[in-house]
Each structure stands twice: as C-alpha cells, then as structure tokens.
C-alpha cells in the first residue's frame, strides 16, 4: 500500500486557509502599507483641481499613504511689495483644498483613510525662484524632509501663473528620486480665456498710460487731440485692461518702477549708442571681424514684463538679437565678441532687476559671476545647441561647423543604433 502523504495544511505552508499563509499574508500587506510615502500635490487655482483632489484622496486612502501634501510654490518674495497679500491668497487656496481632502477621506471606505494627514505649506517663499530647475529643487527638499516619493500633479496645473513652464517642470521632476504622475481625472473640453479679473485700479493705470502716449505723439494744448486721445484711451482701457496688466498697480510700488523707469531709458540709449559705435567700426573695417555665436544666459529677473522689458533692451542693442526666452533662460545671438562679453557681464540684467526691485536687487551678482552663461556655437563654445540635444545630433557637429569629425561621429552613432538587438536599447537611442 502506498504511503498516504501529509493532510492538507499540516506541512505545507502555502495551502489554502493556513495559519502561517494568512499571517504572511498580512505581514506583506503591512510592509507594503508602511513603504508608502506620503504624497505632494502643487496646488494652484484650476478646473480640474478638485478632481484631483478627490483622487489623490482615494489612491493615497488605498495605498495606505502617511500624509497628502498640499503645496503651492510662492510666486513672490517674503518682503516683496504685497508679499503678504500674495501669501494670504495663497492659503486661502491651500485651506480649500485640504478641506476638500479632509472631506474625501472622511466619505472614503478604504480602512486607511482614517490615518491620512492632510498637511499644507508654502514653499520658496525666502528666496527668488526663476525656472522650473528652482521650483524641481524646492519640491525635492520638501520631499525629502518629509519622507515624500511621490509627486501628483493637476493636469490643468500652471506653476506660479505660467503655463509654458508645466513641461519643463515634469521633465525636471523625471530628472529626480520622486515618482510623477498626472491625475487622471476629466479635463474641461475648452480653458478658460487668458485674461484676469477687470479692476479699477487697472482700468484707471491703462487709461493714464495710453492717454499720456498718445498726447505726447500730439499736442496736449489742441483740443481735438485732447478729445481724440481720451476717446482712444478708453476703448484701450476697456479692450485690453483684463490681459495687459498681471497685477494691480499699488502704492508705492508702480510709482517707484516707474521713477526707476526713467531713470533706466537714458542709461539704455547710452547702451543703444555704445554699441552702434562699435558695430559701425566693425561694418566699416575691411576685414569685417565678425564673430556671430548663439548663446545662453539664465537670468534673474522673473518672468513676465520685467523679462519681456530685458529681452527687448538687448534686441534694442546693435550686436545683440534675443532669439528665444525659455523659462528663465535667454538664447542671444551675438554679432562680434564684445557684444558677447558685454552680454555676459550683465549691465542690462541689472538695471532690469533695478527697475522692478530696487537697488537691492540690482546687487546680485551677474551672470558671469553666477556662471550662468554658455557659448552654443563656435570654437569657444562651451555647451551644445539645444536643437541639436532634442533631435539626438551631434553636438560637435552643430557646434562648430569646420570640425571634421561631426559626419563620422553621426555616422558611428547611426550604425550603433541600427545593430542593437534590443528593442529597449533602440527606444532609448530615440528618446533621446
């Protein structure tokens, strides 16, 4: 007779309704609850940011999450001019949306909704965040502080106000430890129109300044430019004073820009005729030594009008063309070496800070003291063009146009890419 084996469940282990199954099973189920990091969410006014809210709630109630993050990343400086206002408004967002989040967990029927802490915070509000790089770091430090890893954005989320920087800001968060995601939640079928709320106190600063531009092209003492010129400055005032203004103007702080303003067109038309001089000694030699080269400079200016207002006074200057502005990035195109030196010692950025912060602003060192500058072209230069890094080219090769070996280098990197036989290894050579 052959031997009968053990019963089921004695000796095995892994059979169906064991003791010691069961307690493995939920020692796994703990370890996998206690791993799960809490969650940081950036929270800006949006159309969907209540939907995220709902879901973050949920995942974070099912995950077994410590902690939702509800974070906003300061667009203004503690001590700025209605630094504390900006501030206040901010937390009266922030205190929304954890009431939101309190409320979902409350109504949510996963068994670890009860031990989710909603916490909200500032962040940046003590330094001057220009980029999505600053705003990557601040976030990086928050999570790391409070055993945060992973990062679940609103997919109607504008940091600080400005759209153009969501895609840089998730390709900057991929760059770190943090797990990114977008919530995958119902956006509307067509965004809100790109304009603010009409105010007064706008409507009133745009009629000043159109009225006061379009009596200096004329004259103020003849009546019917009088006339002409208050009936045009209120058709501005009305058409435009919801999208050309990002703020109301306040005092002291508008008076003081433009008192600073000023002061800034002389030193700029210095600057225009500087630099007309010397382009026109470089026209008029017979060896035209020209020396044209792409190149970038991160700036600290902020975004928006005070960007907008350097970008424009280095195109104003002869030798120098803003060719694009990307986050706090400027590509110049420089025409001989002294318009590039002279761009990279920052007079311009510094009157620019000048202008719109103050004379303590003005302090900060320039870019080349920061080291915050890259030549893009050229056998000077120091960093490939971005064109060149998006396509998957060779930097040598776009660099510096006499170099022989930019074909053989694309064309070894070419072959490489067609004899892997891993697809994964393929995807990458593409990605990239």
Do not use: C
């Amino acid at each position: 007779m052959a031997d009968a084996g053990p019963p089921p469940g004695d000796d095995d282990p892994v059979a169906a309704g064991s003791p010691d199954a069961a307690a493995t099973s939920d020692a796994d189920a703990a370890t996998e609850s206690a791993s799960a990091g809490a969650v940081i969410v950036p929270v800006e006014p949006s159309s969907t940011l209540r939907s995220t809210i709902a879901h973050v709630a949920e995942a974070a109630a099912a995950a077994g999450a410590p902690a939702i993050h509800l974070v906003e990343i300061a667009s203004w400086r503690n001590g700025d001019p209605e630094s504390d206002e900006r501030a206040a408004a901010a937390d009266r967002v922030l205190d929304r949306a954890a009431a939101w989040a309190s409320a979902d967990l409350d109504d949510s029927e996963a068994d670890g909704a009860a031990d989710v802490e909603v916490v909200t915070a500032v962040l940046g509000a003590d330094d001057y965040l220009f980029g999505a790089d600053d705003y990557v770091r601040v976030l990086a430090e928050y999570a790391e502080e409070n055993d945060a890893d992973r990062v679940v954005l609103d997919p109607e989320y504008t940091p600080v106000g400005n759209t153009t920087l969501l895609q840089p800001l998730e390709f900057a968060l991929s760059n770190t430890p943090l797990s990114v995601e977008t919530a995958p939640v119902d956006r509307p079928t067509r965004r809100e129109r790109f304009r603010t709320e009409a105010t007064t106190g706008r409507f009133v600063a745009l009629f000043g300044l159109s009225l006061a531009f379009y009596l200096l092209l004329g004259d103020p003492t003849y009546p019917f430019d009088l006339v002409t010129g208050v009936a045009t400055a209120a058709v501005v005032s009305i058409t435009l004073s919801r999208v050309s203004l990002d703020s109301n103007p306040a005092f002291p702080r508008t008076p003081m820009r433009i008192a600073r303003g000023i002061i800034y067109v002389p030193v700029l038309l210095f600057e225009i005729v500087k630099a007309n001089l010397v382009v026109a000694r470089v026209i008029l030699d017979p060896r035209l030594p020209i020396e044209p080269t792409l190149n970038r400079m991160r700036v600290i200016v902020g975004s928006g009008l005070p960007l907008m207002t350097l970008a424009n006074s280095i195109t104003l200057t002869p030798g120098t063309l803003t060719v694009r502005a990307r986050d706090s990035d400027l590509y110049v195109h420089s025409l001989v070496p002294w318009a590039r030196e002279g761009l990279f010692d920052g007079p311009l950025e510094r009157w620019t800070r000048f202008v719109y912060y103050g004379r303590r602003a003005a302090r900060l060192p320039s870019p080349r003291e920061r080291d915050d500058i890259a030549v893009l072209q050229g056998p000077d230069a120091t960093e490939e063009l971005p064109i060149a890094a998006a396509d998957g080219g060779d930097p040598g090769s776009s660099g510096d146009p006499g170099s022989g070996g930019g074909d053989e280098s694309s064309d070894d990197a070419s072959v490489e890419a067609e004899s892997s036989d891993d697809p994964s290894d393929a995807d990458e050579v593409t990605d990239r």
